[in-house]
Each structure stands twice: as C-alpha cells, then as structure tokens.
C-alpha cells in the first residue's frame, strides 16, 4: 500500500529552500508516529535536508545521480521503485518532496495531510489532486503558536 504524508499551507505550499514552513510539534510527533517501522520515499533533495537519521524508518531515496546511500536503498528509475514497492506487504510512506509526490499521486491509497491554516511564502507545492477519488475524514483539529491545524486522511474509493 502506498500512502503519502505532508504538510502544507492554504495554497498547498510544503516548502522553501529545501526547508519546512512551518515546524509544528504535534505534525513532527505525527509523522514519526505514521513512518515508525516502515520504508519511507524521498527524493535527493529531501534526503539531503533530513536534519538527522531518522531512526526506526527504512530509507528509500529516488534519484538519477545518488547512487547509494548509508544504510537505504536508491533507486534510479521510478519503474524499478514502484515494482520493488508492489512487493512489499507492508504501507510504503512517500514523504517528498513536491516531484515525488506528483510520480506517486496516482498510485496513493491514501494522503495523511496536514491541512495548516495559513499562508507563506514557498517553492515547493503539494500537486493537485482529484479529490472526488477519495473519502475524506478529518482526524484531529488543534493549533500551535496560534496556528490552526488539521490531521486529515485522504483514502482511496474502491
């Protein structure tokens, strides 16, 4: 099963020099909760901004000129990613950035967002999406910092 997890302001922006907007506690607490124990996505790009390893999450990072990485896999070309996906058991996190969630959009089984109610300035967006393909639940609605927030899941109709 492949799921996507992001981010992202009211104009579906994720980020900006390679970077967060915003830094939300519970939306950082969120995330690991979610990619504990499971392979996570990436391209180059988000690979090389990760602050840290992230423990207990098996890397898998896409990319035309990486050829590997310390403790993860790389993988060259989509086709051979997604095959190497569709084998797997387990949910499969496509965590960024906004080239890797475009390749992966049509193959979601579901979107964790985190729908933040605010706007900044950005160079990264999350794709569009045809929303009617899905059900949508809101999990949780909360603020920070005087920032409101919601956890929605996104699934897929049958």
Do not use: C
């Not at 519970?26 to 979610?34: S, V, Y």
């Not at 423990?55 to 060259?76: A, D, T």
């Not at 160079?123 to 393909?133: C, G, H, L």
């Amino acid at each position: 099963m492949i799921s996507i997890i992001a981010a992202m302001g009211k104009n579906k922006e994720i980020g900006k020099n390679n970077d967060l907007i915003w830094h939300i506690k519970e939306d950082l607490q969120n995330f690991k909760k979610l990619t504990m124990n499971k392979y996570i996505v990436m391209g180059a790009n988000t690979y090389a901004s990760l602050p840290k390893r992230l423990e207990g999450r098996k890397y898998i990072v896409l990319s035309k000129h990486l050829k590997e990485i310390e403790n993860g896999l790389v993988f060259n070309n989509f086709d051979d990613l997604l095959e190497f996906i569709n084998k797997q058991n387990d949910e499969i996190m496509i965590i960024g950035g906004s080239s890797i969630y475009k390749l992966f959009i049509p193959y979601a089984d579901k979107l964790y967002l985190t729908e933040i109610d605010s706007a900044s300035d950005a160079d990264a967006y999350f794709p569009n999406f045809d929303e009617s393909k899905y059900t949508y639940n809101i999990l949780k609605e909360n603020s920070e910092n005087e920032v409101k927030y919601k956890f929605v899941i996104y699934e897929r109709k049958k």
